[in-house]
């Protein structure tokens, strides 16, 4: 039996998904708890429309932002900070710290989509990237310059 999941199920799937499943297991679990409803013809045809809008929403939103990143790509952010001896910083480089300094260059991207190796707490330049998933990423500098 076909049923259309109106919640994520353990070990089966997530919302939205069409999943076989015995007659049993859907009549004495899924339809008491409301977590699921029979896949009929109708609820396919409206199943297969969303999914099909929400990919060509996905695919329009990944070239969005793929046209964002080959704008940054190669773009240094600069900081001006103050270090002590052996050009060690006194505090560290986040990234929310390099996203307003996008921000400042006219780049909207969440601190949560930048990586870095490793914290920035030395002079120099240094790597980092801006990951939306699905391999759509982009190499940024990060300089750092004593105040």
Request: no cysteine; glycine share 8%; net charge positive.
């Amino acid at each position: 039996m076909k049923v259309i999941l109106q919640k994520d199920v353990k070990d089966l799937g997530k919302v939205g998904d069409l999943v076989s499943v015995s007659e049993g297991f859907a009549r004495n679990l899924l339809f008491p708890r409301k977590l699921a409803l029979e896949a009929t013809e109708s609820r396919e045809n409206e199943y297969n429309h969303l999914k099909r809008v929400a990919d060509s929403k996905k695919k329009k939103a990944m070239g969005e932002r793929q046209a964002m990143l080959d704008k940054i790509k190669g773009t240094t952010v600069s900081f001006k900070l103050n270090a002590g001896e052996n050009d060690k910083l006194f505090g560290t480089v986040t990234t929310t710290d390099i996203s307003k300094g996008l921000e400042k260059l006219g780049f909207t991207v969440d601190r949560k989509d930048i990586h870095l190796e490793e914290p920035i707490k030395v002079l120099g330049t240094h790597k980092a990237v801006i990951r939306y998933g699905e391999g759509v990423e982009a190499p940024i500098q990060v300089a750092v310059e004593r105040a």
